[in-house]
């Protein structure tokens, strides 16, 4: 398909959606890497960039098209996932009719896993990109900048002749340092706000950035669909964390899929922290079988006074379901050195997967209990398209209902047991009980409230207490 041409260097403006809870207190609102990193590869390409973090803001539809009607933009990109779906649906609808000339291109988890649907279901947007997004999303604008031919552009699906056609996406970026780093100036006023920010620490705004891309395991339910890990060089990171920390901001997350994969590298980063002296408080995440105690004391001395580990059960039965290739043992030593070393451990547990049972469940609160790590995020299952789970629930008859652009409700995977989506909740609401009424976590928050004098962090605490206390999951 051949475009016409039009004014050299296009006017694009890229959207962050909403979160599905503007109305409450979150645990943290981070700003959108993924679309800065596209911002900076366009920018470098000759196009001119504007980002909208409506996330951020608290913006809905409506009022997002308006500010794009102001920005007058050519190509509207917005990222799309499976539980923003309908909010992105109403967006592109709501640009749509306010830019009519205007390009819609979607791109991100849900658009790699199902590109024609996704198409097709959202029938405002013109394009959609597969896979990584700077390369295919820099040809598409120079093809529509030029006149060029956009059919032949990896991983791009268009519609031609009331049909969607999809090119296959083309192998990721071999050396990440070739991406220019991300263009956060141009969320400058966001930043300046203190808009960016996580619970534990008062300070605004926070920062995020990642050291690798990419990640080789093949957890059942996971959607990250790009295996190939490829890592940044030692320099190009430490370039990225100087000039944040030369901004005045001193809190950064590593959003790494996994910080510690490659034990060698993440040593080589926090080494060259350590050289800097940059004052730094830093989060990572790390599966529960990449530390050990000399990484963990070189962290604690690099600034990291967190690390997020996804341990997901406390049977390995589950485990072994979930194909995570770690074991509970790796999970018990994890939080137990993590914890010795000075450093918080924060751990993400994934209930009611298929094969789990009311007993499972309970080994898993009191495992969870006997561990007793700094924090513990509950969540019950939800089958991703694209991901091993959700095939198999779809094939078994198990999946219950589907992602749709018209319809906010989640699916769900029916279990044995379970009769309705509720019973799988009210696990939820059982484990969080059993875990967060206790003294010790009481105590704990009091404590990291007083100590940060952290408003939000006690808003948040008082929220969620609420929470468990009517019943609400």
């Not at 709501?94 to 590109?115: K, S, Y």
Request: proline share 6%; aromatic share 6%; charged share 25%.
């Amino acid at each position: 398909m051949v475009v016409r041409a039009m004014l050299a260097g296009m006017k694009v403006l890229l959207v962050n959606p909403c979160d599905l809870h503007l109305d409450e207190v979150r645990q943290k609102c981070y700003p959108p890497l993924n679309l800065m990193y596209l911002a900076a590869a366009l920018r470098e390409a000759g196009h001119r960039l504007a980002v909208l973090d409506a996330n951020a803001h608290g913006m809905q539809p409506a009022a997002i098209a308006e500010h794009a009607a102001g920005l007058e933009p050519q190509l509207v990109g917005i990222p799309l996932l499976s539980e923003t779906a309908c909010q992105v649906n109403h967006i592109a609808g709501a640009i749509g009719r306010r830019l009519p000339d205007a390009r819609i291109v979607l791109g991100g988890p849900t658009a790699t896993a199902q590109p024609a649907r996704s198409l097709q279901e959202i029938a405002a947007a013109d394009f959609l990109i597969a896979g990584e997004g700077e390369r295919p999303l820099t040809r598409l604008c120079n093809a529509l900048d030029r006149g060029g031919d956009v059919s032949r552009i990896a991983g791009l699906a268009w519609r031609r002749e009331g049909e969607v056609r999809v090119q296959a996406p083309a192998p990721p970026e071999k050396n990440p340092d070739r991406f220019p780093l991300p263009a956060r100036d141009l969320l400058a006023r966001e930043y300046s706000a203190g808009l960016y920010y996580t619970l534990l620490v008062r300070d605004r705004p926070t920062e995020t950035l990642t050291t690798t891309r990419g990640c080789p395991c093949r957890c059942a339910f996971c959607y990250n669909t790009i295996r190939r890990f490829r890592r940044r060089s030692v320099p190009s990171v430490m370039e990225e964390i100087v000039s944040i920390r030369d901004r005045g901001i001193r809190h950064i997350e590593f959003v790494d899929d996994s910080f510690t994969l490659d034990r060698d590298h993440a040593m080589a980063v926090l080494d060259a922290i350590i050289r800097e002296r940059l004052d730094l408080r830093l989060v990572i995440k790390s599966r529960s079988d990449s530390v050990d105690e000399a990484l963990l004391q070189t962290a604690r001395r690099a600034g990291v006074y967190q690390i997020s580990y996804g341990m997901e059960s406390g049977v390995q039965d589950m485990l072994d379901r979930m194909c995570k290739g770690i074991t509970v043992a790796d999970n018990e030593r994890a939080n137990r050195l993590t914890l010795a070393a000075g450093i918080r451990s924060h751990t993400s547990w994934l209930l009611c997967f298929p094969g789990e049972t009311p007993e499972t469940l309970q080994r898993t609160i009191e495992f969870i209990v006997r561990l007793r790590p700094s924090t513990a995020n509950f969540g019950v299952f939800r089958p991703y398209p694209g991901t091993e789970a959700y095939e198999t629930a779809r094939a078994e008859d198990t999946l219950v209902g589907d992602w749709s652009v018209h319809d906010e409700r989640f699916p769900w995977v029916r279990l044995p047991w379970a009769h309705s989506r509720a019973d799988l909740q009210r696990w939820l609401r059982r484990a969080q009980r059993r875990l967060y009424l206790r003294p010790h976590y009481a105590l704990q928050f009091a404590g990291d409230i007083l100590s940060e004098a952290n408003l939000t962090m006690a808003r948040y605490a008082w929220q969620e207490a609420l929470k468990l206390l009517r019943g609400v999951g």
